[in-house]
């Protein structure tokens, strides 16, 4: 599967005093580029209607930050899926201005189910089915 892209704007509001992005944002936008990425497929909410499921949760996420992004950047955010299994969906961010590598980044997400008054992991694979089905 070929990455998923997904363009941002840098505003004045994603920047710290100093004029550069704050770091809190590129988390914000790998999750926005995976919601992103859901609405080929109908979106977060219509999948997990789909497949009665509570959400995608983030069970784990990383960055390293390589440059700095400043106000009126043009951003690419590329989505890149490293593992999928019934376990998890691994996924790899990187953000680039141009040629210019910003930050790189790694998620785990899992499938969340009600089970009784309990959420529970589920098979991320159901995801994948119903993905590739169209």
């Not at 580029?33 to 995608?56: Q, S």
């Not at 390293?64 to 106000?71: C, L």
């Not at 990187?94 to 590598?101: E, K, P, S, T």
């Amino acid at each position: 599967m070929p990455p998923h892209r997904h363009a941002h704007r840098v505003l004045f509001g994603d920047c710290d005093p100093a004029g550069i992005v704050y770091y809190p944002r590129f988390f914000a936008w790998f999750d926005r580029a995976f919601h992103d990425w859901l609405l080929a497929h109908g979106g977060h909410r219509a999948l997990c209607v789909r497949l009665n499921a509570v959400g995608f949760g983030l069970t784990a996420a990383d960055a390293r930050f390589h440059s700095p992004a400043r106000e009126g950047d043009l951003l690419t955010i590329s989505l890149a899926i490293t593992t999928w299994n019934a376990r998890q969906l691994s996924l790899d961010y990187q953000v680039h201005c141009g040629d210019r590598l910003i930050a790189s980044g790694n998620e785990q997400r899992r499938l969340f189910l009600h089970n009784g008054e309990r959420i529970i992991a589920g098979d991320m694979l159901r995801l994948k089915e119903l993905m590739d089905a169209g």
